[in-house]
């Protein structure tokens, strides 16, 4: 009677073993990749917040001297305007050089 146990039970195929443990290879793999994946996001992000900060201080020094260039262009554009309008010409010419005209007459004030 052994020998009938021996033929009746049937010996585990090694190809149904793997098969019942493939869902937890499956699943192991799966976990597996997304922790690499995620550590490799989580590296890349670590190494550009540095960049992205130097970035922002770079931008912002930009920022800073554009203000000082639109301030100074301005009063150069006052200046050119002021120079070259033919209505403040005559004033412009007095200021710098002095001169008055015919009608004018210089008064000087004495205690």
Not at 9 to 27: G, I, K, M, S, Y
Not at 43 to 70: C, T
């Amino acid at each position: 009677m052994p020998a009938q146990r021996r033929r009746g039970q049937r010996r585990a195929d090694p190809l149904r073993r793997l098969a019942r443990h493939t869902p937890v290879f499956e699943l192991s793999a799966r976990l597996g990749v997304n922790c690499f994946l995620m550590l490799v996001a989580a590296v890349s992000l670590a190494r550009l917040v540095p960049y992205l900060q130097a970035q922002v201080q770079q931008l912002e020094v930009v920022h800073r001297e554009l203000d000082q260039a639109e301030v100074t262009h301005a009063r150069l554009r006052a200046d050119f305007d002021r120079y070259f309008d033919p209505a403040q010409a005559g004033r412009v010419i007095q200021e710098q050089t002095g001169y008055r005209t015919k009608s004018e007459r210089h008064v000087v004030w004495t205690d």
